[in-house]
T-cell receptor, first 112, second 112 residues
Framework: QKEVEQNSGPLSVPEGAIASLNCTYS??????FFWYRQYSGKSPELIMF????GDKEDGRFTAQLNKASQYVSLLIRDSQPSDSATYLC????????????FGTGTRLQVFP | KAGVTQTPRYLIKTRGQQVTLSCSPI?????VSWYQQTPGQGLQFLFE???????NKGNFPGRFSGRQFSNSRSEMNVSTLELGDSALYLC???????????FGEGSRLTVL
């Protein structure tokens, strides 16, 4: 079983819709959770991080964490074609480290 | 503020050779980590350095090594290259190991 699992997609949504990206993780000791976005041919860039159960909102992005279910999600409201990219979920087991376990990513396509 | 700089951007080597990749972190960032990205495995953690000390190491053979200098610049070395080492090698920096990574553009290694 992979430590961090994501549906590879592609997830296709129309412009203006809500895109919902999901991620599950296997290690209950995971403490921090990150979403990175990677455009084709580019390097990953951090979108959001979340440490506590519940929702965290930043502009059009909302991260949701449920530690009991070992589940983290990213919602993108009012999706734009420029949101088309691969979204990488990553978890960190402990504090004070940049060692992240990444999922293989979900490819999102937003069509006009 | 300059981003993370990696050199060289592209390189081609043959099996058995060795390669050294360089990374200059964002000014003020003391934590540097390295990741390997391949289409099949996604992003995999190689190692992490903080204040010239290796803080974590991923599950890679001893052919992969790295170091960090007093100015926080880092290098990684791969000896006795194998075909499977062909990948994008990404360097990332953070202020002090928060998991909030800033990635460089990567060094794409092709082993023939």
């Amino acid at each position: 079983q992979k430590e961090v699992e994501q549906n590879s997609g592609p997830l296709s949504v129309p412009e203006g819709a809500i895109a919902s990206l999901n991620c599950t993780y296997s290690d209950r000791g995971s403490q921090s959770f990150f979403w990175y976005r990677q455009y084709s041919g580019k390097s990953p860039e951090l979108i959001m991080f979340i440490y506590s159960n519940g929702d965290k909102e930043d502009g059009r992005f909302t991260a949701q964490l449920n530690k009991a279910s070992q589940y983290v999600s990213l919602l993108i409201r009012d999706s734009q074609p420029s949101d088309s990219a691969t979204y990488l979920c990553a978890v960190r087991l402990g504090g004070g480290t940049d060692k992240l376990i990444f999922g293989t990513g979900t490819r999102l396509q937003v069509f006009p | 503020k300059a981003g993370v700089t990696q050199t060289p951007r592209y390189l081609i080597k043959t099996r058995g050779q060795q390669v050294t990749l360089s990374c200059s972190p964002i000014s003020g960032h003391r934590s540097v980590s390295w990741y390997q990205q391949t289409p099949g495995q996604g992003l995999q953690f190689l190692f992490e350095y903080f204040s010239e000390t290796q803080r974590n190491k991923g599950n890679f053979p001893g052919r992969f090594s790295g170091r960090q200098f007093s100015n926080s610049r880092s290098e990684m070395n791969v000896s006795t290259l194998e075909l499977g080492d062909s990948a994008l090698y990404l360097c990332a920096s953070s202020y002090r190991g928060t998991g909030e990574l800033f990635f460089g553009e990567g060094s794409r290694l092709t082993v023939l």
